[in-house]
């Protein structure tokens, strides 16, 4: 079959897939009307809905037989498709593409489908709470039931009366452009902003609105082309020291462990000028490091020191809160399906978990404190700079086990290589100080170590068996260290360096800074 085949038998496909969406809304709206006949206003609701989706997801159809055509489609139509919430989107938004769209009919769309999904989902189960027994038919009231049939009604005769044709080349490619750029999350907030929309309500044509958008990528591609020569030749004459503030990164850091609030914030940003710390909402776990950077840095080193102050202060944090922080987290630590049908028994889907998960239990989930930024001020300073490399091993190894850590699921159980990346930084850190001679057994030291600042661990003689296997160097078996021994060893390297290493450090900084020699007044 050739390329122009498989296309056309594609579109034939997509084509019979819309028809059925509009049959099976017939047929709930239909359904609908007979059981609000009999009173029964929740599940006449339900079915209405049901309806809604139904078309939804026919112009989800419509949109993914044009990301076919893309060398990789994007996924979002698909996952779309499978979400109650947004199919009832695209039931509103769809139609209303090729009409005058506001921003706030945009948000308006929004807030209708999740209100309806809502508001089925209490006309469906019965709930149990300490305000009492909730039945499901007290929840829809019968005009609330009959206005979203009759919602659904008109969507329906709207969709069954648009005429259907296949689009020009120049459409197509028009259509597969604002895909492309409406899945990339980089460019989604721009096409979606109040400027565009608003430029969509002027010109109440959408293909005119696509056009110009993409006039408007494409000019903003030509000027940031023009912005990076200029810049790279300003490199070749930068000032020692910076003149002004160049430029601004933002990097998203989140926590397994804590939570943030906006005013603990407020302290740290009032005494840093070019680190700001900032709430990421709606997530209370995930916050903002934004750097501000001087003109004496050039554009071909934006990345890389920009890359290296981030791991710098993401090191001290974690230090600092005795926690977890970093770029992503693990996401697949129970379950690697979407479901699991008993075939005996279709309507019930069975839930297995993997047990234990694959979660770290940092204990109650804390919210990061001013006492947790002041140490990780103190460890942002006391941390080795970029002319100490002599001292970056141990720190090395640091951001070895907490990017192990984030890699660790179901598909790749690596607590061994994180437990053995921060045995190292241990060790690592206790040469640097002198507690370690670099060649004695190391259970010793280690041990001496944790006696004094937890006497009476229960799994010390678990740890110094640890401290054997790894000092080997044979290969170890999986299973052999558990998610919470990575844990514990992660904190006694936490406790080691607030302990024994930032102090000295702080002091030599603070010397440094009374009794500057030569080189620095220079």
Request: some cysteine; overall charge negative; aromatic content about 10%.
């Amino acid at each position: 079959m050739t390329d122009e085949q498989k296309q056309a038998a594609d579109e034939t496909k997509m084509h019979h897939a819309m028809d059925a969406c509009i049959t099976s809304a017939r047929n709930l709206v239909e359904s609908a009307k007979a059981v609000l006949a009999l009173g029964k206003s929740n599940i006449a609701y339900h079915l209405a809905t049901a309806a809604l989706e139904e078309l939804g997801k026919r112009e989800l159809f419509a949109v993914r037989m044009v990301a076919s055509t893309e060398v990789v489609p994007p996924s979002w139509p698909e996952k779309h498709a499978q979400d109650h919430v947004h199919k009832l989107f695209w039931c509103f938004f769809g139609p209303s593409f090729y009409e005058t769209l506001t921003r706030k009919a945009l948000e308006d769309m929004r807030q209708l489908a999740r209100t309806i999904h809502d508001k089925r989902k209490g006309g469906l189960y019965v709930e149990s709470d300490e305000d009492g027994v909730h039945e499901p038919h007290d929840a829809i009231t019968p005009d609330d039931a009959q206005a979203l049939v009759s919602l659904a009604e008109a969507r329906l005769s709207l969709a069954a009366a648009q005429e259907r044709r296949t689009p020009t080349q120049t459409e197509m490619d028009d259509q597969a452009w604002f895909l492309r750029t409406a899945s990339d999350p980089r460019t989604r907030n721009m096409i979606m902003s109040a400027g565009a929309i608003e430029k969509l309500s002027e010109l109440k044509d959408a293909k005119a609105w696509v056009k110009w958008l993409k006039e408007q990528f494409e000019k903003a591609s030509t000027d940031g082309l023009a912005a990076i020569q200029v810049e790279l030749q300003r490199s070749k004459s930068l000032p020692e020291k910076p003149e002004r503030d160049k430029w601004r990164v933002r990097v998203r850091l989140i926590s397994d462990s804590h939570s943030v609030r906006p005013g603990t914030l407020k302290t740290w940003n009032d005494h840093s000028q070019w680190i700001k710390l900032l709430p990421a909402p709606p997530k209370k776990n995930q916050l903002f490091l934004e750097l501000t950077l001087g003109d004496n840095i050039p554009i071909e080193g934006v990345w890389w020191f920009a890359w290296g102050v981030a791991r710098h202060f993401v090191t001290a944090l974690n230090i600092g809160s005795m926690g977890f922080w970093w770029w992503r987290m693990p996401e697949q630590v129970n379950r690697f399906y979407e479901s699991i049908v008993d075939l005996d028994q279709p309507q019930m889907e069975i839930a297995i978990e993997r047990n234990p998960s694959l979660k770290i239990d940092w204990g109650e989930n804390r919210a990061l404190s001013q006492d947790d930024l002041a140490r990780t001020a103190m460890a942002f300073a006391a941390l080795p700079g970029p002319g100490q490399r002599e001292k970056h091993a141990a720190f090395n190894y640091y951001i070895g086990g907490i990017t192990f850590l984030s890699l660790n699921d179901v598909h790749w159980q690596c607590e061994i290589q994180a437990f053995g990346n921060f045995y190292l930084s241990l060790k690592e850190m206790m040469k640097d100080v002198g507690d370690w001679d670099g060649t004695s057994p190391f259970e010793t030291p280690m041990l001496k170590f944790l006696d004094e600042l937890f006497p009476g661990l229960e799994e010390r003689d678990r740890f110094s068996e640890l401290c054997r296997a790894f000092d080997t160097g044979e290969p170890l078996k999986p299973g052999f260290v558990t998610l919470r021994e990575t844990s514990f060893i992660k904190l006694f390297c936490d406790a080691y360096f607030m302990r024994r290493i930032q102090p000295a450090e702080l002091r030599d900084l603070e010397g440094r800074s009374r009794n500057p020699s030569d080189t620095d007044k220079e």
